[in-house]
């Protein structure tokens, strides 16, 4: 299935140091840990939810076209002792993700997937990257935003 493109997106990564803290009356940034000097290359971030519904975006900031990218999800849910699996009916497929473009990967429910565990896989071939295979970590309420891959790699 083919998702939403958008090329010249909006996301802006900021390193974690450099973040406004969320406490009140805090403007200042955080200044958690050293500073960043690593860039992203490949990363995944949560857009706002618009009725209920949140997009999930990789971002390809690596300056390079992404051959192909193919998603997916899988987790699961506990309830008492059983535990319940999960996984995506469809896959998004993208081909000729051009740099400085986002692709839509996931879409969650933010009421009937707040119970699963989620994660997401990915499948980028390209000519630099050759086939990678990328996972994000397994969250409570599906991913909000992490780095696949840095400039360091």
């Known amino acids: 299935m083919n998702g939403k493109r958008l090329l010249n ?3 802006k990564w900021v390193p974690p140091n450099e973040r406004k803290s969320k406490l009140p009356g805090k403007d200042k940034p955080q200044r958690i840990g ?14 706002e939810p618009i009725e209920m519904k949140s997009d999930v975006y990789l971002m390809n900031d690596s300056g390079e076209i ?9 987790g699961f849910a506990s ?14 497929i993208y081909n000729n993700v051009q740099p400085g473009e986002a692709v839509k990967i996931e879409e969650y429910d933010l009421v009937f997937d707040s119970d699963f565990v ?3 896989s990915l499948q980028i071939k390209s000519k630099n990257f050759g086939e990678l295979e990328l996972n994000t970590p397994s969250v409570k309420g599906g991913i909000r935003e992490t780095v696949l891959l840095w400039d360091t790699f």
Do not use: N, Q, Y
């Open 79 to 92: 309830a008492d002792d059983e535990i319940i699996p999960a996984s995506s009916k469809s896959k998004f």
């Open 34 to 47: 050293k500073p960043e000097k690593r860039k992203p290359l490949l990363w995944v971030s949560r857009a």
């Open 9 to 11: 997106h909006d996301f």
């Open 66 to 74: 992404l051959d192909e990218v193919v998603s997916s999800t899988g």
């Open 118 to 120: 989620l994660g997401i």
